[in-house]
């Protein structure tokens, strides 16, 4: 019953982990800001492609923060 051991690691979260996270929250979290359709891309209104966008932003971002949190 000790001091605890140096062996192993500490379980604090990266602060730019949490904030990877929370940046697709905050990208789709106020639809008055995208709600229009101009730029088009490929005939598609900038309220659908940006969403998709995220989707696929979100992914790579969930991605980076399971590498992270695997190699711990």
């Known amino acids: 019953m000790g001091a ?3 062996s192993q690691p500490t379980k ?3 602060w730019w982990v949490i904030v990877l ?6 990208g789709l979290c106020f639809p008055g800001l995208y709600a229009r359709a101009t730029p088009a891309v490929f005939g598609f209104p900038f309220f659908y492609w940006y969403q ?3 989707v696929v932003l ?3 971002l969930l991605y980076l923060v399971y590498r992270q ?3 711990r």
């Open 12 to 14: 604090r979260t990266k």
């Open 69 to 71: 949190l695997k190699s």
């Open 52 to 54: 998709f966008a995220w």
């Open 21 to 26: 996270l929370a940046l697709p929250y905050f």
């Open 58 to 60: 979100t992914s790579f």
């Open 4 to 6: 605890p051991s140096n």
